[in-house]
């Protein structure tokens, strides 16, 4: 059974820092391409970065500059360094594992970040 378990997120000041985090068991973590989404309050869910199974990364145009996503697979984990954030960053963040090479995706319960002051 696939499980994917999200911590770090909290209430942070404008200009502040979080790094979040996504552990996943279950699975072959190396595998598998992961990702961070998030929706806010009466938006759609959107996704903020993504990490392939060898590393590439892509970067949501909104957060470009600001997040970085990282994985360890010795720890199967992935992580989102959020930096310089602001209040529009406010929403639930998920962490997604998807099965490369099927249409299989996981989610985790998400985890609320709050940007203010």
């Known amino acids: 059974q696939v499980q994917l378990v999200e911590s770090g997120g909290g209430l942070v000041q404008p200009g502040g820092s979080l790094r979040l985090s996504c552990a996943a068991s279950g699975i072959v973590f190396s595998t598998c391409a992961m990702a961070w989404y998030r929706q806010a309050p009466g938006k759609e869910r959107e996704l903020v970065a993504r990490?392939?199974?060898?590393?590439?990364?892509t970067i949501a145009d909104v957060v470009k500059g600001r997040f970085t996503i990282s994985r360890d697979n010795t720890r199967n984990t992935v992580y989102l360094q959020m930096n310089s954030l602001k209040p529009e960053d406010t929403a639930v963040y998920y962490c997604?594992?998807?099965?490369?090479?099927?249409?299989?995706?996981?989610w985790g319960q998400g985890t609320q970040v709050t940007v203010s002051s």
């Open positions: 990490i392939f199974r060898y590393g590439a990364t």
């Open positions: 997604n594992l998807h099965v490369t090479g099927t249409s299989i995706d996981y």
